[in-house]
């Protein structure tokens, strides 16, 4: 069985090592161009093009992979049976979804229909969701609108943010793609249509969304800040420039504060520091002032001189 992998991001990485460590045929590995990056803007290659040249397997990167010309060059030097799309970041086409024998499948990291879309670990952190999980499905010229072959659940935790709880659901994605891959034959796996009436959005994120209104409940700050990291990061206006809030906890028990949000209520010094919230309180733990390195809280705090009683950022 002839195998063509999609991919780019580093969610995509477990599923295509799995495949190349059980030996499956792996045609060539698909990724988006390689793009600028870091202050100096040189190119750098996606976390899948990287990791597919370190296997010896051969790569290819289409500006679009819709174009007539590399679709055509994929049916005739290629003709593949099977496509496999994980974090890859282009709409395929019908003429591609059409080629495998036994069609296209996605590893999706969300129970489908909930959180469609682009960033739906991120969403499902924000949205104060319990669980998620990876669908495995057919894929069809809708967005994450193909039906179901399989889909297995994990818990959200506390501590989770959206970088490791994709670690998670990389990992989880690769072992149910091999268990799928093992079962028998492609021919026979189980269909489920989705139902249009649980579908939840997950568009992907835009810059100001990590803009924290301190008048929110604790928990949505606190899941605000789990969800958009390390992009966009959650930050706050503060002496006219970024501060980037990259960690944060609840407090044990619920505190009874009476001060304007935004305010800070005291320093904790193994801790962090206590920020007054709509409904109480968050501690904060790490921060990352504008062209400087991440730091803890109170040692920002005591850097720039800040006590109990001064605000955090601009009143909303």
């Known amino acids: 069985m002839r195998i063509v992998f999609m991919g780019t991001d580093r969610f995509a990485v477990p599923s295509l ?14 990724t988006q161009p390689d793009h600028p990056k870091g202050r100096g803007l040189k190119l750098a290659f996606s976390p899948v093009k990287e990791a ?19 679709v055509a060059k994929l049916q005739n030097d290629i003709s593949p049976d099977l ?42 952190i924000m949205n104060g969701e319990s669980e998620t999980g990876v669908t495995i499905m057919f894929m069809d010229e809708g967005e994450d609108t193909g039906d179901i072959i399989v889909q297995e659940s994990i818990e959200i935790r506390s501590g989770d943010n959206a970088e490791s709880l994709s670690a998670k659901l990389a990992d989880l ?29 997950a568009p992907k994120l835009s810059k100001d969304e990590g803009l924290i209104d301190w008048s929110k409940s604790s928990l949505e700050i606190h899941n605000l800040i789990r969800g958009t990291l390390p992009w966009p990061g959650a930050y706050i206006d503060f002496d006219d420039k970024m501060l980037k809030i990259w960690e944060s906890k609840l407090p044990d028990k619920k505190e009874n504060i009476i001060a304007n949000a935004g305010t800070i209520i005291k320093i904790i010094p193994d801790s962090g520091i ?13 921060v ?29």
């Open 173 to 201: 994605s690769a072992k149910m793609l091999f268990d799928l891959l093992n079962r028998g034959s492609l021919e026979t796996l189980p269909r489920q249509a989705q139902d249009p009436d649980k579908v939840i959005y």
């Open 274 to 286: 206590m920020v007054a919230t709509g409904d109480g309180a968050i501690i904060i733990t790490v």
């Open 288 to 316: 990352q002032p504008t062209n400087k390195s991440k730091m803890k809280a109170k040692d920002f705090v005591n850097g720039y001189r800040l006590k109990p009683g001064d605000r955090l950022g601009k009143q909303f």
């Open 52 to 70: 597919a040249l370190n296997m010896g397997l051969i790569v290819y990167q289409p500006q679009k992979i819709r174009d007539i010309e590399f």
């Open 83 to 124: 496509i496999i799309v994980s974090a890859f970041g282009q709409i395929l086409s019908k003429a591609l979804l059409d080629m495998p024998v036994y069609g296209c499948i996605n590893l999706h990291p969300s129970l489908l229909p909930k959180y469609r879309g682009a960033a739906p670990i991120q969403r499902a």
């Open 17 to 30: 090592k799995m495949l190349s460590d059980s030996k499956f045929d792996i045609a060539c590995v698909i």
